[in-house]
C-alpha cells in the first residue's frame, strides 16, 4: 500500500483470518510452550521454587526421599525425612502478597488432594508406613529464581 492509499478495514481483516498477524513469533514466545518447545513461566518459577526449597531443606537438615510424587488424588511437591518422621511438603510459589500470597494459596481442597495422595505414597512404600507424617508448607514469596523470601510452616495442617 503505498502513501495516499486508503486501507479497506474488510480486507485488512480478511487478511489477517487467512494469514495470521504479519509479526513473526518467537520460538520462545507464548505461543511456543504449546508445541513442547519451552516451558510457560509459570512452569519455570515452580521449578525454582521447588529447587529453592530443597536446598533450603536440607541446609536444615532434612533428607530429600522423592519430588514430584504423582497419583490420581495430586502431587506432592517434596517428601524428606526429619528423624523418624517422614514430611510431606508443598511448595507455593507467587510473586506477590496480593490474597494473602503464597501461603495463602493453601486451601482446604489441597490439603485433601495432599492428604489422599500421602496415603497413596503410603500404600506404595511400605517401608515409609511406620513413619510419623507430617505436613509443611513452604512459601516462597517474590522471584524463586532472584529476589525472594521463604517461609517455612511446619505441621501447617493435619490429616483427620
Known amino acids: ?13 480478511a487478511h489477517l483470518r487467512a494469514n495470521g498477524p504479519d509479526k513473526p513469533r518467537d520460538a ?4 511456543a510452550h504449546a508445541g513442547g518447545m519451552a516451558r510457560p513461566l509459570s512452569q519455570h518459577n515452580g521449578q525454582c521454587a521447588e529447587d529453592l526449597a530443597a536446598e533450603y531443606l536440607a541446609a536444615r537438615g532434612l533428607e530429600l526421599l522423592a519430588r514430584n510424587v504423582r497419583c490420581k488424588a495430586g502431587e506432592i511437591d517434596l517428601v524428606c525425612r ?31 488432594k495432599l492428604i489422599r495422595a500421602a496415603r497413596f505414597l ?25 529476589v525472594h523470601e521463604i517461609a517455612w510452616i511446619k505441621d501447617a495442617f493435619r490429616a483427620t
Open 28 to 31: 520462545a514466545g507464548a505461543h
Open 122 to 146: 503410603l500404600q506404595t512404600r511400605p517401608a515409609w508406613r511406620r513413619c510419623l507424617v507430617r505436613f509443611d508448607v513452604i512459601a516462597v514469596q517474590g522471584d524463586p529464581c532472584g
Open 82 to 112: 526429619e528423624g523418624a518422621t517422614l514430611v510431606v511438603i508443598e511448595v507455593r510459589q507467587r510473586a506477590r502478597s496480593d490474597f494473602g500470597g503464597a501461603l495463602a494459596s493453601v486451601g482446604v481442597p489441597k490439603r485433601r
Open 1 to 13: 500500500m503505498g502513501p495516499g492509499e486508503e486501507r479497506d478495514p474488510g480486507a485488512l481483516v
